[in-house]
């Protein structure tokens, strides 16, 4: 069994080949059940999440993953989420590799998100705002300018410190970023809005965005979670990861749902749909576009498989399933 860590993580998963991984993911399909999440009290802090996300294809692979996600982390300076992966084999079970996670499941993540841009974003999208300045943050930033022309990247926090500190750390990775402290100023000067936040109150309104932005919602995992106002989901074409797990967990789609601000049926898609080419992304260039995730063990699968394919020095030609996963 090979011991895959963050580093060789990082190092087989760049971006391009990446976004190409996940996007053969969801055009093959694989079987996925929906996670299992249970929530772990903590003394004196937020409650925590245990997730248990499984996925197979058959004759291919079986892969597993074990998250631990602790909000109260943050204040102590430390990622919010802890996770493991397995990966087996689809034919004998055998288990294959334990990958580090939490770099897996960033990169993944963002990856997915930069997927969705690729399709709905506009094309010379050019000004990325980055709300949020936790782990997944600089991931955000980095995947979106791999797929648009990015010239300008503004970060927003609720701590102005962090927001600087990361726009540094971005700088040193070659791109072109800034701190700001007025959110809806940079709301309407963006193209693409991308938030990974832990936010229970809307951050993102409606009446701030102007025509043809593209907004990207990562943080908001649990029905109590809000990155985006009513007004914004509303004005917005639709597209989620997946539609079992986006109207069941995202906040930001069950609460307009409940709120009768609009209805399953104006999920417009998901990245089944955008990766096989059998909905349209972008239709004009002053279409609003919003694209919720809550994350997908089929993304997991296709990262582990291109991580463990690489450091094999195998070819990656994941096996089909037939298109797409059970319910």
């Known amino acids: 069994m090979l011991i895959i860590d963050e580093a060789t993580v990082r190092r087989h998963l760049p971006w391009p080949s990446l976004i190409a991984a996940i996007r053969e993911g969801f055009r093959q399909g694989a079987e996925m059940p929906l996670r299992q999440h249970y929530t772990i009290p903590v003394p004196g802090e937020p409650d925590a999440t245990l997730l248990l996300m499984a996925c197979w294809t058959i004759g291919g692979y079986i892969g597993v993953k074990i998250a631990n996600i602790f909000p109260g982390n943050v204040a102590r300076g430390h990622p919010a989420v802890a996770a493991g992966y397995l990966l087996m084999s689809g034919r004998s079970g055998e288990v294959l590799a334990y990958?580090?996670?939490g770099e897996l499941t960033a990169r993944?993540?963002?990856a997915a998100?930069?997927?969705?841009?690729?399709?709905?974003a506009p094309r010379n999208a050019s000004n990325l705002l980055v709300v949020g300045t936790g782990r997944l943050a600089p991931y955000l930033a980095q995947a979106h300018a791999s797929v648009r022309p990015v010239r300008d990247i503004a970060v927003w926090g609720r701590t102005p410190q962090k927001a600087e500190s990361l726009a540094a750390r971005l700088r040193n990775d070659g791109l072109p970023a800034r701190a700001t402290t007025g959110l809806s100023d940079a709301v309407t000067a963006a193209d693409i809005i991308t938030c990974a936040t832990l936010s229970t109150d809307p951050l993102i309104r409606g009446e701030w965005l102007s025509p043809g932005t593209h907004i990207d919602l990562v943080g908001g995992y649990t029905p109590k979670m809000r990155e985006a106002d009513d007004e914004a989901v509303r004005r917005a074409r639709i597209f989620v990861d997946t539609r079992d797990g986006a109207t069941r967990e995202a906040g930001d789609i069950t609460q307009p749902i409940s709120a009768g601000m609009i209805t399953e049926a104006d999920i417009a898609g998901d990245l089944f749909d955008?990766?096989?080419?059998a909905k349209s992304g972008r239709r004009a260039e002053?279409?609003?576009?919003?694209?919720?995730?809550v994350g997908a063990a089929i993304e997991d699968l296709a990262a582990a498989i291109a991580v463990y394919r690489a450091e094999t020095n195998q070819p990656h030609s994941a096996p089909s399933n037939g298109g797409r996963s059970s319910p």
Do not use: G, P, Y
């Open 108 to 110: 993944r993540t963002a």
């Open 274 to 277: 955008l990766a096989a080419d």
């Open 113 to 120: 998100s930069a997927l969705a841009a690729s399709t709905l």
């Open 99 to 101: 990958i580090e996670a």
């Open 286 to 293: 002053s279409e609003i576009t919003l694209f919720k995730s």
